[in-house]
């Protein structure tokens, strides 16, 4: 079987080197990457992996963040030229976590029929920025009782899917879904959990939010992202490092989080990279073929699975959450049809 990961960066050198670096020891065979008129060393970081043979990079300089087209483009180039059975379609900031065996080994045991997993996101929340490393400083997980939303939440429950190679795919935005997929989707299982970190230091969140809040009112018509254009609006009006503030989880209130059970102390990320930190030029994380001992990933404890079954509740609880809303704002668009 062959895996096959796409991402899609734009100014994410604080993580990209990670990213890669993590899915290839975690099971993934070959990245394909699309670097959007990156200017702070992620191209350099990508071509790196190009070099060493292990990823296929694509420099895509049009603006207006067309994701779901680029991310198509990279699947459907995963199928046809880099004989994928399976594809995985991330973001820079997401970690895909295998419950127990590699990426490749879960995904080798889902059943014929199917051919869509869903994974969901675990976020991690910010912490205060030192300068130091992300996966050092932010080991507190948010853990979930009950459904965020707010759509201006980086918080809230949201699926994101593996699916096998298909040459005709078409990847929804947001890598959430497929796009009229004949294939069948495996509802009941999330053998894969995607460690999310979306805002890592204040000038990491300062160039996201620019580059996002661009792409939505310029290029871009359907309307931005909540927690975008929440921040899009706080740097416009000289209010970014106020709103970044705001938005990092002090010792303090991690403390009280553990105590409460709404966060948990996560350091499975940070262990893994400190595992495979290389010294010398270019890359900083080391291939599958330059360690040892391969990353493991060990099965849940009980304990582990029940937290985890608790969240998946949650995910689905908001998602018949934003299927109702969904219904109330068509219904009452025929209302308002119906009285002219």
């Known amino acids: 079987m062959k895996l096959v990961l796409t991402v899609l960066a734009r100014d994410e050198a604080d993580v990209i080197d990670a990213q890669v670096a993590f899915h290839l020891n975690a099971g993934v065979d070959f990245v394909i990457a699309t670097d959007n008129n990156s200017g702070d060393g992620t191209t350099e970081l990508l071509e790196a992996y190009a070099r060493d043979g292990v990823l296929h990079l694509i420099r895509e300089p049009a603006e207006g963040l067309r994701q779901g087209e680029w991310v198509t483009r990279m699947a459907r180039l995963a199928a046809t030229e880099y004989g994928a ?32 997993v869903q994974a969901f996101w675990r976020s991690f929340v910010p912490r205060p920025d030192d300068g130091s490393f992300f996966a050092e400083r932010m080991t507190a997980r948010l853990s979930q009782h009950a459904p965020i939303n707010d759509p201006t939440s980086f918080y809230r429950p949201v699926v ?19 796009a009229d997929s004949p294939l069948l989707t495996l509802t009941t299982w999330h053998p ?30 359907r309307s931005g992202t909540g927690y975008h254009l929440k921040g899009y609006d706080a740097l416009q009006s000289g209010r970014i490092e106020e709103q970044h503030e705001s938005l990092v ?6 403390t009280r989080g553990v105590d409460e059970g709404t966060m ?35 099965p849940p404890t009980p304990a582990d699975d029940a937290a985890y079954a608790v969240e998946a509740g949650v995910l689905t609880e908001a998602y018949a959450v934003r299927v109702q809303r969904q219904l109330d704002g068509i219904e009452q668009r025929l209302d308002s049809l119906e009285q002219r």
Not at 270 to 285: E, I, T, V
């Open 192 to 221: 894969i959990e995607v460690l999310h970190f979306p805002l890592r230091s204040r000038a990491q969140w300062m160039r996201k939010v620019e580059l996002q809040g661009d792409a939505f009112t310029k290029h871009i018509e």
């Open 160 to 178: 994101k899917v593996a699916h096998r190679g298909d040459p005709q795919v078409v990847v929804a935005r947001g890598n959430h879904a497929l």
């Open 249 to 254: 989880v002090p010792d303090e209130a991690v």
């Open 264 to 298: 948990v102390i996560d350091t499975r990320l940070r262990d893994a990279l400190r595992s495979l930190r290389r010294d010398g030029p270019g890359r900083s994380f080391a291939l599958p073929s330059e360690i040892l001992e391969p990353l493991s990933f060990e």
């Open 85 to 116: 059975d399976w594809v995985i379609n991330t973001d820079a900031d997401e970690f895909w976590w295998p419950r127990g065996g590699s990426l490749k080994e879960v995904l080798a045991a889902v059943p014929d029929t199917y051919g869509i």
